[in-house]
């Protein structure tokens, strides 16, 4: 992949700090652009189509443990506080794991900073460095993936409450978080991508980077003067920030890469990226804003579109499975599964303990090959058909049923019957000595008792 470009004053200062941490210098970007959306959030807004929509960045840093998410995070303020230091300070928070959470913590903050001399101030900064524990929790508050998009389209968010409702009519939010790959798959399948929450975020894999020599190195001192000066513009009044008509051809191509790209791709992966062409703007309009500027020109619009679209790479390859398949079982046949059902009763299955488990007709499994179908006829009602698994006997048939056609001497069925050993055999003898065979004298049978009639009805009497 391409790294994006590192573009203006935030551009500048993390280039100086990059040959002094061990974290990719991508991730330090990301994190500076989020903060610095948060802190112009609320007074700078991107025209789109003709509406004016408010220039929020959320992100996401999905890499391993240990692989630089603090460390740029760290940097990320190291960064960004000479310029914005007090913004950090008072409006960062992290823990909100429900949507009544939040609209609760955006208007305690508007109350709180209504009578000041700056005014409502609805900014916040939401930094979540185990957003997995953050994903597990809010899977039982429905209502919470319902306010982040609310929150980062900046409409209006509502509690109701026993007393008085809560209302906070254009929030200012971002939401900057770190994951594991790992997690990113467990916790944001495209079932929840689906709805929109989570394609807001755009999501950044930190790659490798060489271990410093010495790690006793510190961040050097970095110039905010710039960047200072900008944040004073970018909040003394609400501004709106548009295109130039230079910058609008590469938009219109923009436009066509995120429609393209998503028809392209399976709709698992594709949910993730149908934001491509308005996240472009919007991070277009933040570095505008870095560079005290009202338009976006074309320069300014391609390294936000570099900055997008390595994130779309990012995203594919976060949810591309295509390398681990998951197995697939080979579905059973007839045959399988007719021979499994003769195998669970004993060797033999009546067409009753068959034909309703594998889904045939008894012809269907009269012509499969190995299957023996056999008649057994009993004293009384319609003879049974009887499935039993053919062996290299030619009279294979069971054994031990009445009206059997077959006689069958395969060892798969004998080893089902039952023995019937003589106790004659476990009696002591003494080889000597045989013992000599008694005779057993029958006795005469005497003429007919009168039985009375109540032994008579019941023959158990005669036992007394």
Same mark, same amino acid.
């Given at each position: 992949?391409?790294?994006?470009?590192?573009?203006?004053?935030?551009?500048?200062?993390?280039? @100086?700090?990059?040959?002094?941490?061990?974290?990719?210098?991508?991730?330090? #970007?990301?994190?500076?652009?989020?903060?610095?959306?948060?802190?112009?959030?609320?007074?700078?807004?991107?025209?789109?189509?003709?509406? =004016?929509?408010?220039?929020?960045?959320?992100? @996401?840093?999905?890499?391993? +443990?240990?692989?630089?998410?603090?460390?740029?995070?760290?940097?990320?303020?190291?960064?960004?506080?000479?310029?914005?230091?007090?913004?950090?300070?008072? *409006?960062?928070?992290?823990?909100?794991?429900?949507?009544?959470?939040?609209?609760?913590?955006?208007?305690?903050?508007?109350?709180? $900073?209504?009578?000041?001399?700056?005014?409502?101030?609805?900014?916040?900064?939401?930094?979540? %460095?185990?957003?997995?524990?953050?994903?597990?929790?809010?899977?039982?508050?429905?209502?919470?993936?319902?306010?982040?998009?609310?929150?980062?389209?900046?409409?209006?968010?509502?509690?109701?409450?026993?007393?008085?409702?809560?209302?906070?009519?254009?929030?200012?939010?971002?939401?900057?978080? *770190?994951?594991?790959?790992?997690?990113?798959?467990?916790?944001?399948?495209?079932?929840?991508?689906?709805?929109?929450?989570?394609?807001?975020?755009?999501?950044? +894999?930190?790659? !490798?980077?060489?271990?410093?020599?010495?790690?006793? =190195?510190?961040?050097?001192?970095?110039?905010?003067?710039?960047?200072?000066? =900008? #944040?004073?513009?970018?909040?003394?009044?609400?501004?709106?920030?548009?295109?130039?008509?230079?910058?609008?051809?590469?938009?219109?191509?923009?436009?066509?890469?995120?429609?393209?790209?998503?028809?392209?791709?399976? %709709?698992?992966?594709?949910?993730?990226?149908?934001? +491509? !062409?308005?996240?472009?703007?919007?991070?277009?309009?933040?570095?505008?804003?870095?560079?005290?500027?009202?338009?976006?020109? *074309?320069?300014?619009?391609?390294?936000?579109?570099?900055?997008?679209?390595?994130?779309?790479?990012?995203?594919?390859?976060?949810?591309?499975?295509?390398?681990?398949?998951?197995?697939?079982?080979?579905?059973?046949?007839?045959?399988?599964?007719?021979?499994?059902?003769?195998?669970?009763?004993?060797?033999? !299955? $009546?067409?009753?303990?068959?034909?309703?488990?594998?889904?045939?007709?008894?012809? %269907?499994?009269?012509?499969?090959?190995?299957?023996?179908?056999?008649?057994?006829?009993?004293?009384?009602?319609?003879?049974?058909?009887?499935?039993?698994?053919?062996?290299?006997?030619?009279?294979?048939?069971?054994?031990?049923?009445?009206?059997?056609?077959?006689?069958?001497?395969?060892?798969?069925?004998?080893?089902?019957?039952?023995?019937?050993?003589?106790?004659?055999?476990?009696?002591?003898?003494?080889? %000597? $000595?045989?013992?000599?065979?008694?005779?057993?004298?029958?006795?005469?049978?005497? @003429?007919?008792?009168?039985? /009375?009639?109540?032994?008579? /009805?019941?023959?158990?009497?005669?036992?007394?």
């Amino acid at each position: 992949m391409n790294a994006p470009v590192l573009y203006g004053p935030i551009g500048r200062t993390v280039r @100086a700090v990059a040959p002094h941490i061990e974290c990719d210098p991508v991730g330090v #970007y990301v994190a500076a652009l989020s903060m610095w959306s948060a802190a112009i959030g609320q007074s700078v807004r991107v025209s789109s189509r003709g509406n =004016a929509r408010p220039a929020l960045l959320w992100s @996401a840093l999905v890499a391993g +443990t240990g692989r630089g998410k603090g460390t740029a995070l760290r940097a990320a303020q190291h960064v960004m506080r000479p310029a914005v230091g007090r913004f950090l300070d008072t *409006h960062t928070t992290s823990g909100i794991t429900s949507g009544a959470s939040l609209v609760n913590y955006l208007w305690e903050q508007q109350e709180a $900073t209504e009578e000041t001399e700056a005014g409502r101030d609805v900014r916040a900064l939401v930094i979540e %460095e185990e957003w997995s524990e953050v994903l597990r929790r809010v899977k039982r508050d429905p209502s919470f993936t319902a306010k982040l998009r609310a929150a980062w389209d900046g409409a209006p968010l509502r509690n109701t409450t026993k007393d008085d409702p809560q209302a906070v009519d254009d929030p200012s939010l971002v939401l900057h978080t *770190h994951i594991t790959p790992s997690d990113w798959t467990r916790y944001i399948g495209a079932q929840e991508a689906s709805g929109g929450s989570y394609n807001r975020i755009m999501p950044f +894999t930190l790659r !490798a980077v060489p271990m410093l020599d010495d790690d006793r =190195a510190t961040l050097p001192p970095v110039d905010g003067g710039d960047l200072s000066d =900008a #944040y004073a513009w970018a909040t003394i009044r609400p501004r709106v920030i548009s295109l130039t008509d230079d910058a609008r051809p590469l938009w219109q191509i923009i436009r066509r890469y995120s429609r393209i790209t998503a028809e392209s791709l399976p %709709e698992a992966q594709a949910v993730f990226i149908e934001r +491509t !062409a308005e996240q472009a703007l919007r991070v277009a309009a933040c570095l505008a804003a870095s560079e005290c500027s009202d338009t976006i020109d *074309h320069a300014c619009l391609s390294a936000a579109f570099s900055l997008v679209r390595y994130s779309v790479q990012c995203a594919v390859n976060i949810t591309d499975t295509s390398e681990a398949p998951k197995a697939t079982r080979k579905p059973a046949t007839l045959a399988d599964k007719v021979r499994a059902r003769i195998a669970l009763h004993g060797g033999r !299955a $009546t067409s009753s303990q068959v034909l309703p488990y594998v889904g045939a007709t008894a012809a %269907e499994v009269k012509a499969l090959p190995g299957i023996v179908v056999t008649q057994e006829r009993s004293a009384v009602g319609r003879p049974a058909t009887v499935f039993t698994i053919a062996t290299d006997s030619s009279d294979y048939a069971p054994l031990g049923r009445p009206g059997a056609q077959r006689q069958s001497t395969s060892p798969t069925v004998d080893a089902n019957r039952s023995t019937v050993v003589r106790l004659d055999t476990y009696r002591p003898t003494t080889p %000597e $000595t045989p013992r000599p065979v008694a005779t057993v004298q029958r006795p005469q049978r005497s @003429a007919p008792v009168q039985v /009375s009639e109540a032994v008579s /009805s019941n023959p158990f009497r005669a036992l007394l």
